[in-house]
């Protein structure tokens, strides 16, 4: 199936640090999703991206749907410890016709030392 | 808003027992819920989809009558895991979608750890 080319795998930051992951796919997508996970949870959704070019924040969080709809990124802003967790990007609406369905990144996992 | 609650969260049994998880919609209606398995540090894979009403959609790969889906209302999916077989011990995750396909993100349960001795 398609996946999604989420980087960094992994990032070790310092508190107060600001945090930048990206998702790119090969094909468009009507709806990028970004979710974090903590050990042993579900996904938790942080922001929804409905628009080509849309910035989106969420508190510290803000992120934005690509132009192309083929790319998202996610950034945190002064980062606290509490951010550790695995963080996916998710899209949804790709051209390939199950319009409903989410693929998801492989995950960053991020590191904050305090 | 968007609160779903999954059941049980973590599950032990014997070989060849049939474990039942329960997927619920607490504030919302979902038209659809989704069911997901992730093994350690790797990301959700879909196994199936399912409308309410109607039979659940599996992915490619994904025994039907191994993992049977169930979507009797708007509030409550259950996937039962049938003989159960260490090799289907897992984190189970459920998802619900409210207002039709288009428009609502997937929100997420807090997963079902199964271990299966």
């Known amino acids: 199936g398609q996946q999604l080319n989420q980087s960094p795998q992994s990032m070790f930051i310092q508190e107060g640090e600001d945090a930048s992951m990206n998702c790119t796919s090969s094909?468009?997508?009507?709806?990028w999703l970004w979710y974090k996970q903590d050990p042993g949870e579900g996904p938790v959704l942080l922001i929804a991206?409905?628009?080509?070019?849309e910035l989106t924040s969420n508190g510290r969080l803000t992120a934005q749907f690509g132009i192309t709809r083929k790319d998202s990124f996610l950034n945190i802003s002064a980062s606290i410890p509490s951010d550790v967790g695995i963080y996916f990007c998710a899209g949804q609406g790709d051209s390939g016709g199950s319009n409903y369905k989410l693929t998801f990144g492989k995950g960053t996992l991020l590191t904050v030392n305090p | 808003g968007a609160v779903v609650s999954q059941h049980p969260s973590w599950v032990i049994c014997k070989s060849g027992t049939s474990v039942k998880i329960e997927c619920r919609s607490l504030?919302?209606?979902?038209?659809?819920m989704f069911w997901y398995r992730q093994f350690p540090k790797q990301s959700l894979m879909l196994m199936a989809t399912s409308n309410e009403g109607s039979k659940a959609t599996y992915e490619q790969g994904v025994e039907k009558d191994k993992f049977l889906i169930n979507h009797a209302s708007l509030t409550l999916s259950t996937l039962t895991v049938t003989s159960a077989h260490p090799e289907d011990s897992s984190f189970y995750i459920c998802?619900?979608?409210?207002?039709?396909?288009?428009?609502?993100?997937?929100?997420f349960g807090d997963g079902t750890r199964l271990s299966i001795l």
């Open positions: 094909s468009i997508f009507n709806t």
């Open positions: 991206l409905y628009k080509a070019g």
């Open positions: 504030d919302f209606q979902a038209t659809t």
């Open positions: 998802s619900a979608q409210g207002g039709g396909v288009y428009g609502q993100p997937q929100h």
